[in-house]
């Protein structure tokens, strides 16, 4: 079992930023992928952000050049900075957990290869 603890979210401005961090403090095995999603109200959960085996960073079409992923040395902390936020960002965002990588290899930012998931955290966009 993967213990994953999101914080950071809240509401904003659009045009404003949020952080998102979620960590998996109580990880012991050698490879993990951790990612981002979101999910609107009636809409399916879509892939925003990760970081795949490689270390190579992987964005939604609808947030490049707004949003930046980075992690800690130890791969456990992946931190999702939201620039330029607009009101269809606004979501609950969820953190994954892809065990050994392959689910993002093999699906790339589907929810579909995750295998644990956080809690998730509200993010909320006022026009």
């Known amino acids: 079992q993967v213990q994953l603890v999101e914080s950071g979210g809240g509401s904003v401005q659009a045009g404003g930023s949020l952080r998102l961090s979620c960590a998996a403090p109580?990880?012991?095995?050698?490879?993990?992928?951790l990612a981002w999603f979101r999910q609107a109200p009636g809409k399916e959960r879509e892939g925003v952000a990760a970081f795949d085996a490689d270390g190579s960073a992987m964005y939604a079409d609808s947030v490049k050049g707004r949003f930046t992923i980075s992690q800690d040395n130890a791969g456990n902390t992946l931190v999702l900075l939201m620039n330029t936020l607009k009101p269809e960002d606004a979501a609950m965002y969820y953190c994954?957990?892809?065990?050994?990588?392959?689910?993002?290899?093999?699906?790339?930012?589907?929810?579909?290869?995750?295998?644990?998931w956080g809690k998730g955290i509200l993010v909320t966009i006022s026009s």
């Open positions: 109580e990880f012991r095995y050698t490879s993990l992928c």
């Open positions: 994954a957990a892809d065990l050994r990588c392959s689910g993002l290899r093999n699906f790339g930012l589907s929810p579909r290869g995750m295998d644990y």
